[in-house]
């Protein structure tokens, strides 16, 4: 990757600020508008929570590794841990995505016990591949076309 930059930081709740701070720089440079970048931090909060709560199963567990870079076509992101490997297709869409109607209160729980975050970082971004290999880790690729600045 091009002009490539990564940070490391613990996998703990109070680290997820940093990791989006250090996109949104990258992202600003990049030349993406404010919606979009807070597109962008949002997929990453998504992504680091999934890693600490489910590829870790707690804080402290591990490390995220987070770096971004900017090509002539995409600005690239990538999650790295060293937890549990995840499947994507093992999570289903949310009940509202399959043509599901839900009640408010299905609408709240289906909010308050997560599940939302895979979906949001599919819709979000352009791209998004998962990987998974026992000697690098499991990175989560999320790419962003340049042609969607705004």
């Known amino acids: 990757m091009a002009n490539e930059q990564v940070l490391t930081v613990p996998g703990r709740y109070k680290e997820i600020k940093r990791i ?3 996109i949104a720089a990258g992202a600003a440079q990049a030349g993406f508008d404010d919606d979009t970048i807070f597109h962008l931090e949002l997929c990453c909060d998504e992504a680091s929570t999934n890693i600490i709560e489910h590829a870790y199963g707690e804080e402290g567990a591990g490390n995220i590794v987070i770096s971004y870079a900017l090509s002539d076509d995409d600005f690239t992101i990538v999650l790295r841990d060293n937890g549990t490997a995840f499947n994507p297709d093992a999570v289903p869409p949310p009940p509202s995505v399959t043509g599901d109607e839900l009640t408010s209160d299905e609408l709240t729980d289906q ?8 979906h949001f970082i599919r819709n979000l971004m352009d791209e998004v591949r998962f990987t998974s290999d026992r000697l690098s880790g499991t990175p989560l690729i999320m790419i962003k076309r340049l042609g969607t600045r705004q």
Do not use: D, P, T, Y
């Not at 909010?111 to 895979?118: A, Y």
């Open 20 to 22: 989006c701070e250090f």
């Open 111 to 118: 909010l308050r016990i997560g599940g939302l975050g895979l």
